[in-house]
């Protein structure tokens, strides 16, 4: 396991990408992931990533976080080997899962959460490849 990326809630993807840019960031990459209403931008950190997160819509995962808690970090992502075992070793020891099933993330790649009152206050995501 390692940290694939560390997604931060941001009201506005190209400011926040200006923010990092002049902190030495490079942008790797930018996609939208309708599924989840979000515009991300990815970028590299070593072998990990931050990934700004800017809401597409009012009722969006992001844009409730944005409206309760401000910007800010607003999950953890593990890489795993197979996320269907990595789901039910969790479910399997009391963790409550929002995604019972894994759904398609950034770069297509197959992402589920952890709800955060199992775990401690953090959202973790598992993450595939």
């Known amino acids: 396991m390692k940290i694939d990326h560390i997604g931060i809630a941001v009201k506005k993807l190209e400011e926040a990408i200006r923010t990092f840019e002049a902190l030495g960031f490079k942008v790797k990459e ?24 800017e809401a597409t819509a009012e009722d969006s995962a992001i844009a409730k976080f944005i409206a309760s808690r401000g910007e800010g970090i607003h999950h953890i992502a593990i890489n795993v080997e197979n996320i269907e075992k990595s789901l039910e070793i969790a479910k399997n020891s009391g963790i409550k899962l929002i995604d019972e099933k894994p759904r398609i993330g950034a770069g297509g790649k197959k992402v589920a959460f952890l ?14 490849g």
């Open 30 to 53: 930018i996609e939208e992931v309708k599924e989840q209403k979000v515009k991300v931008a990815m970028l590299p950190v070593g072998e990990s990533r931050i990934e700004l997160l």
């Open 115 to 128: 709800h955060p009152k199992s775990v401690h206050g953090v959202l973790l995501e598992f993450v595939e």
